[in-house]
């Protein structure tokens, strides 16, 4: 009954977590800042003042597919960010920016993430195959299978362990910045611009804590249960 009650509860809230962020940030999207400058223009001087020249500023696809790639060194924002004028639009470029900062300064919770990328990966496959693979295959029996599910969820709940930090950090970052170099003129703009950076920081305390919730719904009845649930 508790592991049940964990999944609809961080269901629920991983719901209630896209509709803020869509919400808050469709409405401030509408909201010219005074500045006038674009999602790009505002990277671009952010990325100059912090003596990062080999970053590119690119376009992606997608509403809310903005990010920092520290791989191809390239920072990717939405086509409405990228040439948008709104507060949303520069703060959601401030915020990647925060990310090129910390790649810069080596950050260091942004690169335990960057090391934990690759096993990451490998976790979310098993966590979306063994369920299909175990049902028709049988090769696994069921209490190795919850073992390895609850493993493989333990490492994606730490991987958005680890993510908190970085994004909370590239916010405030952007909140700062965009107030020091004179992007946002009045406490109104800023309030906008934290409403919207704020909004898009429940989506990974949701991701979190849907990833605690699964962790603990595999590991729960192997706990609880004891040698009860070991095969025969």
């Not at 919770?109 to 096993?119: D, N």
């Not at 930090?165 to 406490?187: C, H, N, Q, W, Y």
């Not at 109104?188 to 704020?198: A, N, Q, S, W, Y």
């Not at 609880?224 to 095969?231: E, F, K, M, P, Q």
Request: glycine share 8%.
């Amino acid at each position: 009954m508790i592991p049940l009650l964990l999944i609809i509860g961080t269901t629920l809230l991983s719901f209630w977590a896209m509709y803020r962020v869509k919400s808050v940030y469709n409405h401030f999207s509408t909201v010219a800042a005074s500045s006038g400058a674009t999602g790009a223009e505002v990277a671009a001087a952010i990325l100059d003042r912090a003596g990062i020249h080999d970053v590119s500023i690119v376009i992606t696809e997608g509403m809310l597919g903005d990010h920092y790639d520290p791989t191809q060194k390239q920072l990717a924002l939405s086509t409405d960010n990228f040439h948008g004028r709104s507060l949303a639009a520069i703060g959601v470029a401030a915020h990647e920016c925060g990310h090129a900062i910390q790649h810069k300064i080596a950050y260091a919770p942004l690169h335990w993430r960057m090391a934990a990328v690759g096993v990451t990966t490998f976790a979310n496959q098993i966590v979306m195959w063994l369920p299909i693979l175990g049902i028709f295959s049988g090769l696994m029996k069921p209490y190795t299978a919850a073992w390895v599910m609850s493993g493989a969820w333990g490492v994606i709940m730490a991987f958005n362990l680890i993510t908190l930090p970085v994004e909370f950090d590239a916010s405030s970052r952007a909140k700062r910045i965009l107030a020091d170099m004179g992007f946002v003129g009045t406490r109104e703009e800023l309030d906008g611009v934290r409403k919207t950076l704020d909004a898009a920081a429940w989506t990974y305390v949701a991701a979190f804590v849907t990833s605690l919730g699964y962790f603990l719904y595999h590991l729960l009845p192997l706990i609880l249960g004891g040698s009860r649930n070991r095969d025969e």
